[in-house]
């Protein structure tokens, strides 16, 4: 229960207020017992104190309206506060939904690991199978030769043996029982797609998700393994593209295939069949031919792989030059050092199948094609490194059109576009190998001009102050000596020195910076700048020095002129501003020194930097070996075409000799089998439908997780942010709380100290109106008893009681007054206190009114 207390400024010694709880009983303090009537003069009458209680009942009902204003006001802040605790509950339980959309989110990436660690298995498991299929295959030579034909890199995951083997079982009816059946090899190629569709969809779920976790950047600080480039994600895009393209050109294959073969059925001619051993001859000659088609096609593709990596040694070259000077020219040397052994080898090898064409040839095929797997590896590696530059991307984009128009010109076997294409190679190489010779580490070049930057800005603040400083002191000086004659024209001088040397030292920080500025061009320049700029600094601070030091001893030669006291002063201050110019001048050299050690630090840096890096006569000799063995890999692949087209046209009227001579596959077959293929085809073509179809779900569904995500992570936020202001409000509101029941304490403990002056208040007025019934009580007898006395003196006291009592009723009108006056105050501020406002003034009140009650308890 609030109470109200009384406090008067300190003038005023003896307040007075009425207690709250009396004025709520409507009893107020009783002031004596009801005068009887007076026998004395109607000015006696007059001169009586009216009673208080009206005045009471007054103030007490002002107190009650104003006491349910405050309770109003406390029950409103309660309901506030319950109303702040039910939102604090609603946060809590939002943010344990986001913890758990967190959870569930672990466990979706648990899932993804998972599935990719699966996905890896069943790679190996697709990789020993296929070694298995390629050990224990057919035994017959007619079935073995047309899949070592068509076996190059990434053909056996889309084509199937039925496909690959039709030409064989064209020319050869009766088959070995070792040979797969059509219905297994459609089984194996159904396999194949969906497998092949099965890592696609991963890959590219893969992808989506990582780009989730890239864009939750704020969430999922620490999952630095989720996060991908975009470089990676358009490189997984493309690798999407080439699949559905090869997968493409396999049906167009399938369907050529289909054709030639319905052609050659419908040209058929009945002939003579020719002898066995001529046959036999035949066969073996188709057979080293296919051997020989095989191996070109194998060279061609490690040519092409050569090409590639040229293009993109050279890249690497200029990325380790720009980003790692120092780290990473060594692995650099070491590719460089591999792709030159390994082109030696394989000119080796393509000199001994020159020699011997007809010997091991599967085995340095399959070796061969190990080796380009190798090959694919590494550049991988390489790319995903690289794969973060813009200068990558250009490249790999050049790249690819060089690749097409090779294999443009492969096809159309032109020599001119070839010797173009090389022509554009080489000065590709040629202009990625002048941008490397003239590409400086642009981290040291931005670190020397930071470090000098910085320096030269220090050194020219310190100037400025020192110079300042000095100045002052010589305005000090000269302000205390008498001005000489010719004072305008030394103050002239001194102001044109002063200029002088502040556009000296302004020009010195201009030349500085804008010798700065295109430190970026080379070594040589930056070095050349550096050994300017440092020689500058020196003559600069020289030439400060010099002048400091002159204009200190002009002003110490004009000391005569001033009085001594003045002397005396004027030269300890100048004494002292020396020394402090003096330890300004010794920072500035050690600056200076430091400075100097910094740029020969930066010139070793350099200088070993330049060691490290290869010489232009070692980088003209490899790149002159590199370009002859390119041309003759270029020359060897032309002679490989050449032979290749003479081998083709061989090997069709080969074909369309054997098939009249043989006759073994009938008009009806072949439609069939080609009716057959169709049907797989459609099939499959389907199959891929549908699986691309589910890929989009799966696509919706991760974006739709994607979004669930982030809006569960801003509401979290939001959350977040309403229960830290609830938090805040919550410990004002205990603040506010704490401070109400101290003024809750104060206010009982001041009301006892109230009742107590209410106490002697009463016993004032009770000790007033005994007075008056004493003085009109005395007033008859003293008529009737005394009538020989003067009448002076009665009248005299009379007067001067009547002027007490007069001024006891005024005091306690003015004490009433103020105490009202006071209880207004002290209502009001009690109102804003439980608001949340409080005056410094009310706080000084407060202290005094503890003060005053502690007085009163000592006392």
């Known amino acids: ?86 939102k604090i509950k609603a946060l809590e339980q939002q943010q344990n939904s986001a913890a758990a959309a967190l959870e569930e989110l672990s466990s979706l990436r648990e899932r993804l690991r998972d599935a990719e660690a699966e996905r890896d298995h069943l790679q190996m498991a697709l990789e020993e199978l296929r070694g298995a299929q390629l050990s224990g295959g057919c035994d017959s030579e007619d079935t073995d030769d047309p899949d070592e034909m068509l076996d190059f890199p990434g053909a056996e995951r889309l084509l199937s043996k039925r496909s690959r083997c039709t030409e064989a079982e ?23 797609v ?75 001619k009945p002939e003579e069949e020719a002898p066995g051993t001529e046959g036999q001859d035949k066969e073996e000659k188709v057979k080293s031919l296919e051997e ?88 991988q590696e390489k790319e995903k490194e690289r794969e973060n530059s813009e200068i990558v991307q250009r490249l790999k984009k050049r790249v690819s059109e060089l690749e097409a128009a090779l294999e443009q010109s492969t096809g159309a076997g032109s020599e001119e576009a070839e010797r173009l294409l090389v022509n554009s190679l080489r000065t590709r190489v040629a202009e990625l190998e002048a941008e490397l010779r003239e590409s400086v580490p642009q981290e040291q070049l931005d670190e020397v001009r930071v470090t000098l930057g910085l320096q030269l800005e220090q050194l020219a603040h310190e100037r ?74 020196a003559q600069a601070l020289d030439c400060l020095v010099a002048e400091r030091e002159g204009r200190v001893q002009d002003a110490l030669q004009l000391r005569d ?113 080609r009716l057959s293929l169709q049907a797989e085809i459609n099939t499959l073509t389907a199959h891929l439908a549908d699986l691309t179809r589910k890929h989009e779900k799966t696509c919706t569904e991760v974006f739709q997780v994607q979004r669930e995500a982030l809006f569960n992570k801003s509401e979290r936020q939001v959350a977040e942010a309403q229960l830290q202001t609830v938090q805040q409000q919550l410990a004002d509101l205990q603040a506010q709380s704490t401070h109400i029941q101290q003024l809750h304490q104060d206010i009982q403990h001041s009301q006892g100290l109230i009742k107590e002056k209410d106490r002697k208040i009463t016993e004032l007025s009770k000790e007033v109106f005994r007075l008056k019934e004493a003085l009109g009580a005395l007033t008859p007898p003293l008529g009737l008893t005394t009538p020989s006395t003067p009448s002076s003196g009665i009248p005299g006291q009379q007067l001067a009681l009547q002027n007490r009592v007069s001024a006891l009723t005024q005091q306690l009108q003015d004490w009433e007054r103020k105490h009202k006056a006071v209880v207004a105050i002290y209502r009001s501020h009690l109102l804003a206190a439980v608001q949340g406002r409080m005056d410094e003034e009310v706080q000084a009140l407060l202290l005094q009114i503890l003060r005053m009650s502690q007085k009163d308890t000592s006392h």
Do not use: W
Request: glycine share 4%; hydrophobic share 30%.
């Open 170 to 192: 064209a020319s050869s009816a009766q088959a070995e029982p070792g040979c797969p059946a059509p219905s297994d090899s459609l089984e194996q190629l159904c396999a194949q």
């Open 464 to 537: 400025a102050e020192a110079a300042s400083r000095l100045n002052q002191a010589l305005l000090e000086l000269e302000r205390v000596r008498p001005p000489p004659h010719n004072d305008e024209d030394e103050e002239d001088e001194e102001d044109d020195e002063e200029d002088r040397s502040e556009g000296s030292e302004q020009s010195i920080v201009s030349d500085r910076s804008l010798r700065l500025l295109p430190a970026s061009r080379s070594l040589a320049a930056v070095q050349e700048e550096l050994e300017v700029a440092r020689q500058e600094a």
């Open 292 to 379: 020989q088609l095989a191996h070109a096609q194998a060279e061609l593709e490690e040519l092409r792989e050569q090409v590639r990596l040229g293009v993109y040694s050279v890249e690497a070259a200029e990325l380790t030059t720009g980003i790692h000077s120092e780290a990473q020219k060594g692995r650099a040397d070491s590719d460089t050092l591999q792709l030159t052994k390994r082109v030696q080898e394989l000119e080796a090898e393509l000199a001994s199948r020159k020699a011997e064409p007809n010997k091991g040839d599967a085995d340095t095929i399959q070796q061969l094609k190990q080796r380009v797997e190798e090959l694919e590896a590494s550049l």
């Open 1 to 86: 229960m609030p109470c109200t207390i009384a406090s008067l400024p300190a003038t005023d010694a003896f307040p007075s207020c009425y207690s709250l709880e009396e004025g709520m009983q409507g009893a107020p303090p009783s002031p004596g017992p009801p005068p009887p009537e007076p026998t004395q003069s109607p000015a006696a009458e007059t001169s009586a104190p009216p009673s208080p209680a009206p005045r009471t009942q007054h103030s007490s009902a002002d107190n009650l309206v104003e006491d349910e204003e405050v309770f109003e006001e406390i029950r409103r802040l309660r309901l506030e506060r319950g109303r702040l605790l039910q």
């Open 561 to 673: 002129a001033v009085p001594l006291a003045k002397h005396q002063e004027v030269l300890s201050a100048v004494a002292q501003q020396l020394g402090q110019t003096e330890k300004e001048l010794q920072t500035e050299r050690a600056l200076r020194e430091h400075a100097q050690a910094e740029v020969t630090r930066l010139e070793n840096k350099l200088q070993a930097a330049q060691q490290g890096m290869v010489s232009k006569e070692e980088h003209e000799k490899i790149k002159e070996e590199l370009q002859q063995r390119l041309e003759e890999s270029r020359s060897a692949a032309e002679a490989a075409q050449d032979a290749l087209s003479e081998k083709e046209t061989e090997l069709k009227e080969l074909r369309s000799q054997k098939a009249l001579e043989q006759g073994l596959v009938s008009k009806e077959d072949h439609e069939a089998q």
């Open 194 to 268: 969906e497998e092949l569709t099965a890592q696609n969809a991963d890959l590219l779920l893969k992808v989506q998700m990582l780009e989730m976790f890239e864009k939750d950047d704020t969430d999922i600080q620490s999952s630095g393994p989720d996060f991908v480039p975009v470089a990676q994600y358009d490189s997984l895009r493309r690798e999407f593209e080439e699949l559905q393209e090869k997968y493409s050109r396999a049906q167009a294959a399938a369907e050529g295939s289909s054709i030639a073969e319905e052609e050659t059925g419908s040209e058929e």
